[in-house]
C-alpha cells in the first residue's frame, strides 16, 4: 500500500520530520526507512549531543537552536527524561579571538545568554595553564593563551538516545510505522502523467519521486523525504540533486579520570548547579564534555583536511597525536591520560555557509547539512521539513516564532555569517 509519506533515515532529523507531519496531519500514512536496528543509530547516537540555546551570531541558527533547546527542556519539564543536564558552556577565548567576536558576546550578554569572565575571574575557579609565552613547544602546537571565558547559560548536553526513543515512540502512538534492518539503494523517478510510451520520463516530462527501492523490495509513497544523513549525497547524486553537503569524519574519545586532580577537574565547582566541568571549548578549539553520568571526560576536535568520506572507523592515533598533546598542555593535571573508549560518526558538512540545508524538489524533501549541531537544531529542521512537504510559506517553531520554510534552500541561499563556529 502507498505511503502518504516515507521517510528515508531515523536519525535526529527524520524522526522530527516525521513527528511534525504526524502532528500537522494525524491521519497521514508515514513510515520510517532505516538501515540499522533501531532509531538513532548513526550520526545521532555518535554525537556528543551538546546544546547552546541561541548561542550563535546568525540570526537563522539562532532561531533553530534556541526553539529546538526549548522545546526540549520543556518535554524534561513535562516528565519524560531526556538526560538533559544545563551545566553550560565555556568558550575560552585569547584576547586576539575574544576581540573578532567582543561586540556579538556584549551583546548576548545584554540579553542575558551568556557572561563574560575575564582571565582573572576565571583563575579563581579554573585549574589549568592559562599562559604560554615563551613556551615553544606550546608555539608549535598552536596553543594560545586564555584571557576570556563566554559562559553560557541554556547551554549543556542530553542524551541523544532517549531524544530519538522520545520521538520514535511519540511517532508510534501517533500511527507512524517503522521498517529496520531495511536499506534504500535507489531513490525510483517516474512521469507525473505516464503516457506508455519507450523511456520515460524523457527530459520534457514533469517527473516526481514515487518511492525507493530497498534490499527488500520497492516501497512507494506519495512524499519522500530524505534524511539519511552522512550517506544522503550517495542517494541524491545519481539523480544530480546536490545537498551541498559532504560527510567527514568526526571522533570522540573517552578518558576516565584516575588521580585526585583529574577527579577534581571533572568535578570543578563555582559554573553550575550540578558541580561539574561545563561543556569547554579550548582557544585550539578542542573540546571537553564533562559526562556526570558515567564520570568520564569526552574529547574532541575536528579537523579540516579530512577527507569527504563515509568512513567512521575511530583512529586511536588520533587522540595521541593531535588532542592528548594540547590538552596536557592546558590541563597539566591530565599527564598519562590514556584512551578508554572512542567512536567515530559523520558530520554532513556544508562548507558554503556551515548552516543546515533543507529544501524540497518535486514530491521531495531532503534534510540534511546540520554538521555538529543536528541534535541542538533537529526539532526546528524537522518543522522546516515538515512545512515544505504540506508547501506551507513558512514554519512555525517551537513558541510560534515562524521561520520561512526556504530559508534553508540551496538555490538562492543568502544566510548570515555564523561567526561561533567550534
Ligand atoms: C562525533 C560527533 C559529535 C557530535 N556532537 C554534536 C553535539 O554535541 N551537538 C549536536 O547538536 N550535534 C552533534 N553532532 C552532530 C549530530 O550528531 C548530527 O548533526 C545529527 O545526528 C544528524 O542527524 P541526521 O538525522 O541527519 O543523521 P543520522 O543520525 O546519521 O541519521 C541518518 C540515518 O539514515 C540511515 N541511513 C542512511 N543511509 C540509508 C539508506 N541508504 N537506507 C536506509 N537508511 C539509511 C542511517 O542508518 C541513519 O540512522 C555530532 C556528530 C558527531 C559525529
Redesign the pocket.
Known amino acids: 500500500m502507498d505511503y502518504d509519506v516515507l521517510v528515508?533515515?531515523?536519525?535526529?532529523?527524520?524522526?522530527a520530520t516525521a513527528y511534525h507531519v504526524l502532528e500537522k496531519d494525524p491521519k497521514a500514512r508515514v513510515l520510517i526507512?532505516?538501515?540499522?536496528g533501531d532509531?538513532?543509530?548513526?550520526?545521532?547516537?555518535?554525537?556528543?549531543?551538546?546544546?547552546r540555546a541561541g548561542l550563535f551570531t546568525s540570526h537563522t541558527n539562532r532561531l533553530l537552536s534556541y526553539t529546538s533547546v526549548s522545546f526540549y527542556i520543556d518535554i524534561q519539564k513535562e516528565g519524560t527524561d531526556l538526560g538533559i543536564k544545563q551545566v553550560g558552556y565555556l568558550i575560552l577565548r585569547s584576547e586576539d579571538q575574544f576581540k573578532e567576536i567582543a561586540d556579538v558576546s556584549q551583546q548576548l550578554e545584554r540579553e542575558g545568554m551568556l557572561r563574560i569572565y575575564k582571565k582573572d575571574e576565571l583563575k579563581k575557579l579554573l585549574k589549568m595553564n592559562f599562559e604560554f609565552d615563551g613556551d615553544e613547544e606550546a608555539e608549535i602546537l598552536g596553543v594560545k593563551n586564555v584571557d576570556y571565558g563566554l559562559f553560557g547559560y541554556k547551554c549543556g548536553?542530553m542524551d541523544?538516545d532517549k531524544l530519538a526513543f522520545y520521538y520514535r515512540d511519540e511517532i508510534k502512538s501517533r500511527g507512524g510505522e517503522f521498517l529496520f534492518n531495511?536499506?534504500?539503494?535507489k531513490i525510483l523517478v517516474e512521469p507525473e502523467e505516464r503516457l506508455g510510451i519507450p523511456r520515460e520520463p524523457r527530459a520534457w516530462q514533469k517527473v516526481k519521486f514515487s518511492g525507493v527501492e530497498?534490499n527488500k523490495g520497492v516501497l512507494k509513497a506519495k512524499q519522500l523525504v530524505i534524511?539519511?544523513?552522512?550517506?544522503?549525497a550517495?542517494?541524491l547524486d545519481p539523480l544530480g540533486i546536490d545537498c551541498i553537503s559532504k560527510p567527514k569524519?568526526?571522533?570522540?574519545f573517552t578518558i576516565r579520570p584516575r588521580t585526585d586532580e583529574q577527579k577534581a577537574l571533572l568535578y570543578t565547582q563555582g559554573f553550575n548547579e550540578e558541580g561539574i566541568l561545563p561543556f569547554t571549548i579550548l582557544p585550539t578549539e578542542h573540546y571537553i564534555?564533562a559526562d556526570e553520568r558515567d564520570g568520564t571526560f569526552w574529547l574532541?576536535l575536528s579537523d579540516e583536511i579530512r577527507p569527504f568520506s563515509t568512513d567512521e572507523e575511530p583512529e586511536e592515533n588520533y587522540y595521541y597525536d593531535n588532542i592528548y598533546p594540547i590538552i596536557v598542555k592546558y590541563f597539566p593535571q591530565l599527564e598519562g591520560a590514556r584512551v578508554d573508549n572512542m567512536?567515530?560518526?559523520?558530520?554532513?558538512i556544508n562548507s558554503v555557509d556551515h548552516n543546515p540545508v533543507v529544501f524540497k524538489r518535486a514530491n521531495m524533501v531532503v534534510?540534511?547539512g546540520?554538521?555538529?549541531?543536528?541534535?541542538?537544531?533537529?526539532d526546528a529542521i524537522g518543522r522546516i521539513a515538515a512545512a515544505l512537504l504540506f508547501d506551507e510559506p513558512y514554519a512555525e517553531l517551537y513558541g510560534g516564532e515562524k521561520i520561512p520554510s526556504d530559508k534553508l534552500e540551496v538555490v538562492g541561499r543568502a544566510l548570515e555569517e555564523e561567526k561561533f563556529v567550534f
Open positions: 528515508v533515515g531515523a536519525g535526529i532529523l527524520g524522526l526507512v532505516d538501515k540499522m532509531v538513532g543509530q548513526g550520526a545521532t547516537a555518535k554525537s556528543a549531543a551538546c546544546f548536553y541523544a531495511t536499506t534504500v539503494k530497498t534524511a539519511a544523513g552522512g550517506w544522503t550517495q542517494l569524519k568526526r571522533q570522540i564534555r574532541c567512536w567515530a560518526g559523520l558530520y554532513m534534510a540534511t546540520a554538521s555538529g549541531s543536528g541534535i541542538l537544531k533537529g
